[in-house]
């Protein structure tokens, strides 16, 4: 089954504890990116991939860190979290730099930063 | 950062009425749009691309994008309770790497 695989769901941690939200997809997409939801905000991007290894910043991305080694993970690093970053976070992916726009998302994780 | 604007509703129409969706965006160089659909507490889902100005139809779903308006709506015909959900209208930025979200607009369809 064609899906973008994040892990974990659910994530209660407390500030300054770094932490990585992973995300993989199975469909061989060349675009990869990662946004934040928060109510009356919408969603945000925060990093987007082109490709391996080519990243760069989204709307957001103060306080996050991303890294694309290879074609079908796309993880999100918070090096030192706070309660600014709790979030509902989700990755999505897209076939080709051609169809950013059609892009598959992830389940989401719930983050909460104590 | 570019603006996608929507109405957040909530938006209700009766089952089996037209529902329709708005959405504003302020780059005027702007060439791809979508709509997607996101449950509560559910992922995005894509339901819509438009490209061209004039409409695009999909079974229930229209989708009409006037450039030199900026302005692209989202018609549901025929609304049933299970079309209540978000509707988030996105942009592509004119990078074309980058997709900038509205709010979202909350539709509920009722019985």
């Known amino acids: 089954e064609a899906q973008v695989t994040q892990n974990p769901r659910y994530l209660i941690t407390v500030t300054g504890k770094k932490l990585t939200v992973t995300c993989s997809q199975n469909?061989?997409?060349?675009?990869m990116s990662w946004y934040r939801q928060d109510p009356g905000l919408g969603l945000r991007q925060i990093y987007y991939?082109?490709?391996?290894?080519?990243?760069d910043k989204g709307d957001v991305p103060e306080g996050y860190k991303v890294s694309r080694k290879e074609k079908r993970n796309f993880p999100l690093i918070l090096e030192s979290p706070s309660p600014n970053q709790t979030s509902l976070y989700f990755c999505?992916?897209?076939?080709?730099?051609?169809?950013?726009?059609?892009?598959?998302f992830g389940q989401g994780t719930r983050l909460t930063v104590v | 950062q570019k603006e996608v604007e929507q109405n957040s509703g909530p938006l209700s129409v009766p089952e089996g009425a037209i529902a329709s969706l708005n959405c504003t965006y302020s780059d005027r160089g702007s060439q791809s749009f979508f709509w997607y659909r996101q449950y509560s507490g559910k992922s995005p889902e894509l339901i819509m691309s438009i490209y061209s100005n004039g409409d695009k139809e999909d079974g229930r779903f229209t989708a009409q994008l006037n450039k030199a308006s900026q302005y692209v709506s989202l018609l549901i015909r025929d609304s049933q309770p299970s079309d209540s959900a978000t509707y988030l209208c996105?942009?592509?930025?004119?990078?074309?790497?980058?997709?900038?979200f509205g709010k979202g607009t909350s539709l509920l369809v009722t019985p």
């Open positions: 991939s082109m490709n391996v290894e080519v990243t």
């Open positions: 999505a992916s897209s076939l080709s730099i051609a169809g950013v726009g059609e892009a598959f």
């Open positions: 996105a942009v592509l930025s004119n990078s074309g790497y980058a997709l900038n």
């Open positions: 469909m061989n997409h060349e675009y």
